[in-house]
């Protein structure tokens, strides 16, 4: 099955690899024609890789758990919380243009009990997610409790768009669609510095430290650059797969950028304004086959209805099969212009503010190209954990996120110790406990006194 689709002038072939058993994780994208004066935008390749048996028998692991119950299926975030006999609080904060946000708070747990002038972590989760994805590990395997247990004052955000946060001063997310107008550039101005301002005049914390994955890491870039005293806020940052310049991804979302700038005209234009709450909505807005979409593994394994699975793909021998009907369950909606953005930044090299098309920028920005995130005014000391078989956050683009940034912010790139390891698992993967949060408190510990 071959489809070939042209833009620009970089023509890229998808060749699925379904049919072979000891296929690469993912899509294999091939460039074909690159024009010299362009950025590199061209996907990386992806080594073939012998997988282990597990692929093989994952469809009917996954089959056989489906129907099975789980305690936090259905459970809100501070059922979860207190479910597990932790502490938990709720807060709400509304951004500079109106959006009502919630955040949930762990205070304390069993192991370290609520007390004043714990250092404060503010953890912001991934695209189509919420404050219920740091939760999925099992007990106090997951990052928030296992920071609670460590004595850290927790902070659960949940941005604009998801379950927890569709609230807004005057728009209403059922019936406007302009309440929808929004990317992870606008969560970047407007979520994160009122969460970070919330989280500090509760906890009396001067300074907050931060904890992002995926999108959480993209509105770190976006709200650090374009407002500079958020940078005086915040100790130090951890960003688990951190997405900014993503010009070799080879992630599927990839073919939605056909869609979204073609020739100057951004076709998903008239679209803006609509959510994305489950895969068929991707096929239906942005016109591309889930066929296609699918990656050879989630495919594989029978789970291509969840959007995780679907685009980032399916890490067989890290999933605790029994824990699966609660992934699944734990999907949240997005806006239709969030993964757009995202597509225009793995087709233009580039990390800048959403494309319009030229006469819009023009109007909008003053510019045919939209402005560019200036990563230097970053002074955040940084750390980037990423995972080696991310299709999403490829390593490739973690060192050129690094590298637009001032030298000796980023503190250390490390990559989890796990050859599969890919973009989902740092929430997903039975061993994310051992494999990363493990390394994430020790990073946090090691900077709690940072002036
Ligand atoms: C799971 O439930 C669905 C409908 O609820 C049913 O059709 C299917 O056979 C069940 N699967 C198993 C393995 O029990
Ligand atoms: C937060 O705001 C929502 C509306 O967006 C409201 O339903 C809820 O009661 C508020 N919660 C608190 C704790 O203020
Ligand atoms: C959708 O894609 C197909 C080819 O894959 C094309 O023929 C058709 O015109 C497209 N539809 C729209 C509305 O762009
Ligand atoms: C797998 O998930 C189940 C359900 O959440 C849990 O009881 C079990 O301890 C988990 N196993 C591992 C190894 O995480
Ligand atoms: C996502 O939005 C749809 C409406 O488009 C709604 O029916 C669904 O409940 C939402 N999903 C979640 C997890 O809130
Ligand atoms: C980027 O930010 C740095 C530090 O704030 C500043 O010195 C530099 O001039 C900026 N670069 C651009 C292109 O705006």
Known sequence: MANPICFWSICIIILCTLSNKHSPLALTLTPVIRTPNLPVCAPSTVPAT??????LTCSQKVAENRNKTHPDIGKRTDEIITYYGYSSE???????????????????????????????????????????????????RNLAFKLADAGYDVWLSNCRGNSYSLGHETLNSETDSEYWDFSWHEMGVGDVPAAVDKIISVSG????????????????FVGLSEIPSLNDKLKAAVLLAPPAYMGHATNPIRLVGAATVVGGQNIVGPLIGQRVDEPTKFQEYFNVSLGNFCTPTAAR????????????GFDAPQTNYTNVPNILSKIDN??????????????????????????????RYGTVVPPSYNLTAITVPTHFIHGEADNFVVPNDV????????????????????????????????????????????????NINTP
């Open 50 to 55: 012998a997988l282990p048996d597990d692929f």
């Open 90 to 140: 709720i807060y709400n904060v509304t951004t500079f243009d109106g959006y009502i946000l919630t955040i949930f708070r762990i205070p304390g747990s069993p192991k370290s009990p609520p007390a004043q002038g714990k250092p404060a972590v503010y953890l912001n989760h991934g695209i189509t997610q919420n404050s219920d994805n740091w939760l999925l590990a099992y007990r106090d």
């Open 205 to 220: 914390n001067e300074k907050i430290l931060y904890v992002g994955y995926s999108m959480g890491c993209t509105q770190y």
């Open 301 to 312: 394994c029978g789970v291509c209805d969840n959007f995780g699975y679907l685009v980032f």
């Open 334 to 363: 997005a806006s239709l212009k969030t993964a757009a953005h995202y597509a225009q930044s793995i087709n233009n090299c580039w990390f800048r503010q959403y494309d319009y098309g030229p006469t819009k920028n023009v109007a």
């Open 399 to 446: 060192q050129i996120t690094r590298d637009h940034m001032r030298p000796g912010v980023v503190k250390e790139v490390i990559k989890v110790d796990w050859s599969l390891f890919n973009h989902v698992d740092f929430v997903n993967a039975k061993d994310a406990d051992t494999l990363v949060y493990n390394k994430v408190l020790q990073i946090l510990n090691n």
